[in-house]
């Protein structure tokens, strides 16, 4: 078993308007090396993006005040952020439209809730290792 491998930190923003959740969330992806900041709005994450330049985001798909999606859309819209890939957290199943309400949003891939955390930690890596800021090994 390999214990060296390194990985780089990466700056996550976890935004989700639960705000247990979004700590949890936190506190999970922290001990993998990584900065993480929460909003807990769509509003909150826009205003984030002023001072923290985020490699992932991970936004909940339905929130009072600007959903996912639309959110989504507005950060894809803005060349400064475009590049950022964005994961859906979402209770939305396969039968609701799920693949739909992903490609709509211009996320890269999607977390159910309530979530597994090991499948979620593989999800972040396998997203950050695909944008480079983790090794691919």
């Given at each position: 078993?390999?214990?060296?491998?390194?990985?780089?930190?990466?700056?996550?923003?976890?935004?989700?308007?639960?705000?247990?959740?979004?700590?949890?969330?936190?506190?999970?992806?922290?001990?993998?090396?990584?900065?993480?900041?929460?909003?807990?709005?769509?509003?909150?994450?826009?205003?984030?993006?002023?001072?923290?330049?985020?490699?992932?985001?991970?936004?909940?798909?339905?929130?009072?005040?600007?959903?996912?999606?639309?959110?989504?859309?507005?950060?894809?819209?803005?060349?400064?952020?475009?590049?950022?890939?964005?994961?859906?957290?979402?209770?939305?199943?396969?039968?609701?439209?799920?693949?739909?309400?992903?490609?709509?949003?211009?996320?890269?891939?999607?977390?159910?809730?309530?979530?597994?955390?090991?499948?979620?930690?593989?999800?972040?890596?396998?997203?950050l290792s695909a944008t480079a800021m983790l090794p691919a090994d």
């Amino acid at each position: 078993m390999r214990t060296n491998k390194k990985f780089y930190m990466a700056r996550i923003l976890v935004v989700d308007d639960n705000e247990e959740i979004a700590h949890l969330v936190s506190i999970i992806l922290a001990p993998e090396g990584h900065e993480v900041e929460v909003a807990l709005s769509g509003e909150e994450c826009i205003e984030k993006l002023k001072s923290f330049r985020p490699d992932l985001i991970l936004m909940d798909y339905f929130m009072p005040g600007g959903d996912g999606v639309k959110v989504s859309k507005l950060i894809k819209s803005d060349e400064r952020f475009r590049d950022i890939p964005i994961i859906l957290f979402t209770i939305m199943s396969i039968d609701e439209g799920l693949y739909e309400a992903v490609e709509e949003a211009g996320a890269v891939d999607y977390i159910q809730k309530p979530f597994n955390i090991k499948k979620m930690v593989g999800k972040v890596r396998r997203v950050l290792s695909a944008t480079a800021m983790l090794p691919a090994d």
